[in-house]
């Protein structure tokens, strides 16, 4: 990424924000790369946005981080404003909603992860099992029981990771 920064987007940078040089482009990276855009926004902010989108004749791509609207072409910053509080509470539900996605995202990453395990764990016992055991009823038992256990597993650590969140 070769993000450039206007002259206008610094002054209004030190300006609005009271930040420095390194400030502005820390910043600027951090909006372009992880910043929510406007299809994530709703309600009055979204309005708010698209207004000061199609102000900017040269835009092509606006980011929100925190509460700072950063607009740029390509990877140029050109502006930032801002949001102003009336927006505030359309900022918060849009912040909301955006870690919700991640927190879903994150269980079922860790759901999959955890059947993986449980799939290849249950795979390399029921073969340790057949080489010890020679009967099959037996086999099954333990089996069983070494499959319920791993997903008692599973389930105390999905529970655990969400109520650390």
């Known amino acids: 990424m070769s993000l450039q920064i206007t002259k206008h987007a610094v002054i209004t940078a030190k300006k609005r924000m009271g930040w420095n040089d390194n400030k502005i482009k820390k910043m600027a990276k951090k909006a372009l790369r992880d910043g929510a855009t406007h299809s994530e926004t709703g309600?009055?902010?979204?309005?708010?946005?698209?207004?000061?989108?199609?102000?900017q004749r040269k835009a092509d791509n606006m980011r929100i981080h925190g509460d700072v609207l950063y607009i740029f072409a390509h990877e140029t910053l050109l502006t930032l404003y801002t949001i102003p509080t009336e927006y505030q509470s359309d900022l918060q539900r849009m912040w909301q909603s955006r870690k919700s996605r991640a927190m879903q995202e994150i269980m079922d990453t860790m759901r999959e992860t955890s059947q993986e395990i449980i799939r290849s764990t249950t795979d390399h016992v029921k073969s340790k099992i057949s080489q010890h055991t020679s009967n099959y009823k037996e086999k099954v038992v333990v089996v069983n029981g070494i499959i319920e256990d791993l997903r008692e597993w599973e389930e105390r650590i999905v529970w655990e990771q969400y109520n650390k969140e």
Do not use: I
Not at 46 to 51: A, F, R, V
């Open 43 to 55: 309600g009055g902010l979204h309005c708010y946005l698209d207004g000061k989108f199609l102000s």
